[in-house]
T-cell receptor, first 112, second 113 residues
Framework: EAQVTQNPRYLITVTGKKLTVTCSQN?????MSWYRQDPGLGLRQIYY???????DKGDVPEGYKVSRKEKRNFPLILESPSPNQTSLYFC???????????FGPGTRLTVT | GQQVMQIPQYQHVQEGEDFTTYCNSS?????IQWYKQRPGGHPVFLIQ?????EVKKQKRLTFQFGEAKKNSSLHITATQTTDVGTYFC?????????????FGKGTLLTVNP
């Protein structure tokens, strides 16, 4: 089954404790992206990647890192999480930058 | 930077009524996509519009892309309870290799049976 998977689905952590949210897709998509969704603010793009080793900033990259060492994986790294990073995070993938995106199920992160 | 405004933020209708959500971009778009997110779910792709003035239909849903490629709309005819959810437009800037996708804030549609 074609899908985008994210882990963990739910995470409660404390300020400053480094964490990684994994994202994996099995559709051989070149394009992958991370979004955060907050009430009243909609979906905002954090980072995106056009291919292996090619990443670029979205609209809200501060406080986040990404890497794309393999085509199927695009982890999101929070080196020192803060409470304002409490949000619902979605990973998405697509055939290219101008094609439809397939979203993962989401990761709900709470930073206390 | 590119901004995509979407109105209304909320819309409550009686089942059978029509519904429209509008999207306006501060810059010309190369294409616009529409997504639907059910409560508690993830966004699901509905359609992409690329050409100026393009109109596409999916059963009761009609999507339009403006002549200037700066605005778009989604119209649902005779809403059903299964239409409940948040509808997002997402625009991609024109020119160069702009792969950044900017989403509108979405319109939450609720339908009273």
């Amino acid at each position: 089954e074609a899908q985008v998977t994210q882990n963990p689905r739910y995470l409660i952590t404390v300020t400053g404790k480094k964490l990684t949210v994994t994202c994996s897709q099995n559709m051989n998509h070149e394009y992958m992206s991370w979004y955060r969704q907050d009430p009243g603010l909609g979906l905002r793009q954090i980072y995106y990647s056009m291919n292996v080793e090619v990443t670029d900033k979205g609209d809200v990259p501060e406080g986040y890192k990404v890497s794309r060492k393999e085509k199927r994986n695009f982890p999101l790294i929070l080196e020192s999480p803060s409470p304002n990073q409490t949000s619902l995070y979605f990973c998405a993938s697509g055939w290219g930058g101008s094609y439809e995106q397939y979203f993962g199920p989401g990761t709900r992160l709470t930073v206390t | 930077g590119q901004q995509v405004m979407q109105i209304p933020q909320y819309q409550h209708v009686q089942e059978g009524e029509d519904f429209t959500t509008y999207c306006n971009s501060s810059t010309t778009l190369s294409n616009i996509q529409w997504y639907k997110q059910r409560p508690g779910g993830h966004p699901v792709f509905l359609i992409q519009l690329v050409k100026s003035g393009e109109v596409k239909k999916q059963k009761r849903l009609t999507f339009q892309f403006g002549e200037a490629k700066k605005n778009s709309s989604l119209h649902i005819t005779a809403t059903q309870t299964t239409d409940v959810g948040t509808y997002f437009c997402a625009g991609r800037g024109s020119g160069g290799s702009n792969y950044k996708l900017t989403f509108g804030k979405g319109t939450l549609l609720t339908v009273n049976p």
